[in-house]
């Protein structure tokens, strides 16, 4: 639901890109904790490994992107 509510703005969309990578340490921990279940496997927690570092590495692209979409558009505004 917040992905579509943020897809027409590329910085909000990536806020919420890398807010939902950083879900699955909460929701394994939680596992952990209150369920008392173990540690996931080891191919799991390379899976989650990779999961989380491809959103934050799109959400940081995405956030670089638009940061110079604007600062063009500001040079050209100011000229």
Do not use: Y
């Amino acid at each position: 639901m917040a992905t579509d509510l943020a897809r027409h703005n590329q910085s909000r969309l990536a806020s919420v890109e890398a807010t939902q990578s950083t879900e699955i340490l909460f929701v394994v921990a939680g596992e952990m904790l209150l369920l008392s279940l173990p540690l996931p496997a080891p191919i799991a927690l390379a899976g989650m490994g990779i999961i989380i570092i491809g959103l934050v590495a799109h959400s940081l692209h995405t956030v670089w992107e638009q940061r110079k979409i604007n600062m063009s558009t500001s040079h050209h505004i100011s000229s």
